[in-house]
């Protein structure tokens, strides 16, 4: 074996496994969270509030609950800011501004959650004197604007810059083109970047522990203290006893096959995304 | 969808809104009407909106004035109480808070000596003074039931000419108050408290929140006033006193007991001293098979094992407990490390939580540490049996924490119950409070989510504290009981007592 052939087998070998070592500590995470949840899964976990600690049964309904809402009401508030952001930087490309703006989303989505939970627990929560499961929501938003935002960007820039000029050509508007023209085309891909960044805030625990506070009963009203499931995950695994250390698993079993499916539902419009554009 | 069903739609829409909007305020405004209250004289028997009612004293009439027990006021008029009394103990001044309005209490207050009355901050004379009849306090009736806006009207017996009845038609008012509490603070009684709040609210109806983020996040989230109560395990230090920034209460509800727990083979029950546990966690004890363990452990086998000791990380209460301990019975200990939430610890492993520390423990052989008692039984953790000041040794119970408390305590019961001096206590016991701002009108807080809040604590304090045994909690001396109940009775709303 020459040094070359040499090389080139070791670095292969590092390669691969680094790319197996990859997919072994999902499956282990996965296998553990997995082996570990499903035993504790019943009905009820699915539709009762929890127990009082030290007595048996109960579920994470309202943890359930609470991260449907908090994560949707996010959405809500953050989509429009991201998505006009992505618009502007992309049109804007190579402007000194959008520059900026890029630079600051990008910034943000670096900013620690901790950080983003001071921040909400500071300015809403002791602002307005309540937790609420509201100013989680608006906590969550600061981090879903910038990933929206510079998904947006990406998948408008990959938009064939032919066909905006058709359009132009056709006398289009610019306010036309866009809309009829680059969003449009990326609608699928736009949908999907909504996708990953609400998977992204749905397991964020850090905020919710400043802003949500947590509660033991199923909530509704978004002005009150809700649990989520990341939330209710610490409490249980930092409680005494042994059952909620079990229901911590099953939780954590929820909460990943949840993330999961977002993540997995996004990843599939992508690749709808790309065949349309072939 | 059409532009006409949009419009259908929308207009539905304001409709439904507006429907929202008034239906509530309309209903509210039907509620407000009258209650109609007679007295008889010299009879315990009153009828209260027509049904019979029993005194706890005879209403009778003094100087041409009909006086009544204080209790009944409260009860049938809703009024908030609360006394003050001269050193001897006896009342020298009855304050009232009467709601005047759904969000208002309008603050009475009587001297029994004086027939100057304040009527919120205002002096008003009397023509008869509130007295004393077989030990209750008797009030003016017309004088109060005039406050509130009612109609006082007599009968009189033809044969004598004296009062023989009093009718009072008095508005009643509705205070809307929330079924909603929250609360955060200490871990080491969450499991109390989730137990009692879940009891509390199937049989009152109130939903209290409760969420364990430690003694210090408690105290913190109070500050804010983010939450209606706090809860923590050490009662306020002077800076966090000064921080608050107005006088808040400490109302104790179980008495705990931190134990050591040790992770060695065969789970034997140690015995430890305060000298011993302090050189172990200053490091000057650094193995099992030390003498002065062995000393105190005759008959069991100690491991030739180091020691590796486990304290909190976070600031706890649970800490301030166990390092308050060693202070006081450890002249050493007091001197190098001293009393705290979070103390600098000469030697060790650090968990966070109580859990955390469990934790540690069930994983490093030859591990100690220290945690609430709950935490050691529910996790089948061993613990050490404490010999306490008498020289007895003292297994971790409910009982043997609960003696602890059974010492002469100060008016607002922020006292340490460590070392205690009673012979069968277990020395490392303590209360956990509930903390509450004695001022409940603060940062837009409502009339109802003052009653709210006191209505819970006095739940606490009396039918709450059967939960407290079934969860090894220590139930609160009656003595101590009696103390707390009388700061929340000193609660007040815009400086008039808040009604029951």
């Given at each position: 074996m020459t040094r070359r052939t040499f090389k080139n087998n070791v670095m292969g070998l590092l390669v691969a496994a680094s790319a197996g070592l990859l997919i072994a500590v999902l499956a282990v995470i996965l296998w553990h969270i997995f082996i570990s949840g499903i035993r504790y899964l019943n009905w009820d976990f699915f539709t009762k509030a929890p127990a009082p600690m030290g007595e048996s049964g109960g579920g994470v309904f309202n943890a359930i609950v609470g991260t449907f809402l908090i994560t949707f009401v996010a959405a809500a508030i953050g989509t429009p800011f991201g998505i006009f952001a992505g618009i502007y930087v992309s049109e804007h490309r190579g402007q000194r501004f959008a520059d900026i703006v890029r630079l600051c989303a990008d910034a943000l989505q670096g900013v620690p959650s901790i950080v983003i939970g001071i921040f909400g627990y500071t300015f809403l929560v002791?602002?307005?004197?309540?937790?609420?499961?509201?100013?989680?929501?608006?906590?969550?938003?600061?981090?879903?604007?910038?990933?929206?935002?510079?998904?947006?960007?990406?998948?408008?820039?990959?938009?064939?810059?032919?066909?905006?000029?058709?359009?132009?050509?056709?006398?289009?508007?610019?306010?036309?083109?866009?809309?009829?023209?680059?969003?449009?085309?990326?609608?699928?891909?736009?949908?999907?970047?909504?996708?990953?960044?609400?998977?992204?805030?749905?397991g964020e625990t850090a905020p919710l522990l400043f802003t949500a506070f947590g509660s033991r009963y199923i909530e509704w009203n978004m002005l009150r203290p809700m649990s989520a499931l990341p939330l209710q995950i610490y409490i249980y695994a930092s409680s005494p006893y042994p059952a909620l250390q079990q229901q911590a698993w099953s939780a954590a079993f929820v909460l990943v096959l949840l993330i999961l499916l977002l993540q997995y539902g996004a990843k599939h419009l992508i690749a709808r995304v790309l065949r349309v554009k072939a | 969808?059409?532009?006409?069903?949009?419009?259908?739609?929308?207009?539905?829409?304001?409709?439904?809104?507006?429907?929202?909007?008034?239906?509530?305020?309309?209903?509210?405004?039907?509620?407000?009407?009258?209650?109609?209250?007679?007295?008889?004289?010299?009879?315990?028997?009153?009828?209260?909106?027509?049904?019979?009612?029993?005194?706890?004293?005879?209403?009778?009439?003094?100087?041409?004035?009909?006086?009544?027990?204080?209790?009944?006021?409260?009860?049938?008029?809703?009024?908030?109480?609360?006394?003050?009394?001269?050193?001897?103990?006896?009342?020298?001044?009855?304050?009232?808070?009467?709601?005047?309005?759904?969000?208002?209490?309008?603050?009475?207050?009587?001297?029994?000596?004086?027939?100057?009355?304040?009527?919120?901050?205002?002096?008003?004379?009397?023509?008869?003074?509130?007295?004393?009849?077989?030990?209750?306090?008797?009030?003016?009736?017309?004088?109060?039931?005039?406050?509130?806006?009612?109609?006082?009207?007599?009968?009189?017996?033809?044969?004598?000419?004296?009062?023989?009845?009093?009718?009072?038609?008095?508005?009643?008012?509705?205070?809307?108050?929330?079924?909603?509490?929250?609360?955060?603070?200490?871990?080491?009684?969450?499991?109390?408290?989730?137990?009692?709040?879940?009891?509390?609210?199937?049989?009152?109806?109130?939903?209290?929140?409760?969420?364990?983020?430690?003694?210090?996040?408690?105290?913190?989230?109070?500050?804010?006033?983010?939450?209606?109560?706090?809860?923590?395990?050490?009662?306020?230090?002077?800076?966090?006193?000064?921080?608050?920034?107005?006088?808040?209460?400490?109302?104790?509800?179980?008495v705990g007991a931190v134990v050591l727990t040790?992770?060695?083979?065969?789970?034997?029950?140690?015995?430890?001293?305060?000298?011993?546990?302090?050189?172990?966690?200053?490091?000057?004890?650094?193995?099992?098979?030390?003498?002065?363990?062995?000393?105190?452990?005759?008959?069991?086998?100690?491991?030739?094992?180091?020691?590796?000791?486990?304290?909190?990380?976070?600031?706890?209460?649970?800490?301030?407990?166990?390092?308050?301990?060693?202070?006081?019975?450890?002249?050493?200990?007091?001197?190098?490390?001293g009393a705290g939430k979070a103390v600098s610890w000469p030697t060790g492993l650090g968990g966070s939580g109580n859990a955390g520390v469990a934790g540690l423990v069930s994983q490093h052989k030859g591990a100690i540490g220290y945690v609430e008692l709950v935490y050691a039984i529910s996790s089948n953790l061993p613990f050490a049996t404490m010999r306490n000041s008498s020289g007895n040794f003292i297994v971790p119970s409910l009982a043997s924490s609960g003696r602890a408390a059974q010492v002469q305590l100060p008016d607002d019961l922020k006292v340490l119950l460590v070392n205690s001096n009673d012979s069968q206590a277990y020395p490392i016991s303590a209360f956990t409070w509930l903390l509450v701002y004695r001022e409940q009108k603060y940062a837009g807080r409502t009339l109802g989510q003052a009653i709210a809040l006191k209505q819970m604590l006095n739940w606490v304090l009396t039918t709450g504290q059967s939960v407290n045994e079934g969860l090894g909690y220590g139930k609160l001396p009656e003595a101590a009981v009696q103390k707390a109940q009388k700061l929340v009775n000193s609660m007040t709303y815009n400086g008039a007592p808040i009604p029951d």
């Open positions: 002791v602002r307005f004197r309540s937790y609420s499961a509201l100013s989680a929501s608006i906590a969550l938003a600061f981090m879903f604007v910038p990933t929206t935002a510079r998904v947006t960007e990406e998948v408008l820039n990959l938009v064939p810059s032919g066909l905006k000029e058709a359009a132009y050509a056709l006398g289009a508007r610019p306010s036309s083109v866009v809309w009829n023209v680059s969003i449009k085309t990326a609608a699928s891909g736009i949908t999907s970047g909504l996708m990953t960044s609400m998977a992204r805030v749905a | 969808m059409s532009a006409t069903g949009r419009r259908i739609l929308s207009i539905v829409l304001v409709a439904l809104i507006a429907i929202g909007l008034v239906v509530p305020g309309a209903l509210a405004a039907s509620a407000a009407s009258t209650k109609t209250i007679v007295l008889t004289m010299e009879s315990t028997v009153a009828t209260v909106a027509g049904s019979s009612v029993t005194l706890d004293a005879a209403p009778f009439v003094a100087n041409g004035r009909t006086m009544i027990p204080i209790r009944f006021v409260a009860e049938t008029m809703g009024a908030g109480v609360s006394y003050t009394t001269k050193a001897n103990g006896s009342v020298s001044q009855v304050s009232l808070g009467l709601p005047d309005s759904p969000t208002t209490l309008k603050a009475i207050t009587l001297s029994l000596s004086s027939t100057t009355a304040t009527v919120d901050g205002q002096p008003v004379t009397l023509d008869t003074t509130p007295t004393i009849r077989q030990g209750r306090t008797f009030l003016p009736i017309r004088f109060i039931a005039e406050q509130l806006g009612a109609k006082v009207t007599y009968t009189t017996d033809p044969s004598t000419g004296r009062t023989k009845t009093i009718t009072i038609v008095l508005p009643i008012v509705n205070v809307n108050v929330p079924t909603q509490l929250s609360g955060a603070g200490a871990t080491f009684p969450l499991p109390l408290y989730t137990r009692m709040f879940d009891v509390y609210n199937s049989s009152i109806g109130t939903r209290v929140n409760y969420q364990g983020i430690g003694s210090g996040g408690g105290i913190k989230a109070l500050t804010d006033k983010t939450v209606d109560f706090g809860a923590s395990d050490a009662f306020l230090t002077v800076a966090e006193t000064n921080a608050m920034g107005a006088p808040v209460l400490h109302i104790p509800t179980c040790y992770n060695l083979d065969g789970n034997p029950t140690l015995r430890l001293d305060a000298k011993t546990v302090s050189d172990i966690y200053m490091g000057t004890i650094t193995n099992w098979r030390d003498s002065r363990i062995a000393a105190l452990n005759p008959g069991v086998t100690l491991p030739d094992l180091t020691i590796t000791t486990i304290h909190r990380s976070d600031s706890s209460g649970t800490t301030s407990i166990f390092t308050s301990y060693l202070t006081a019975a450890v002249p050493a200990w007091k001197s190098t490390v």
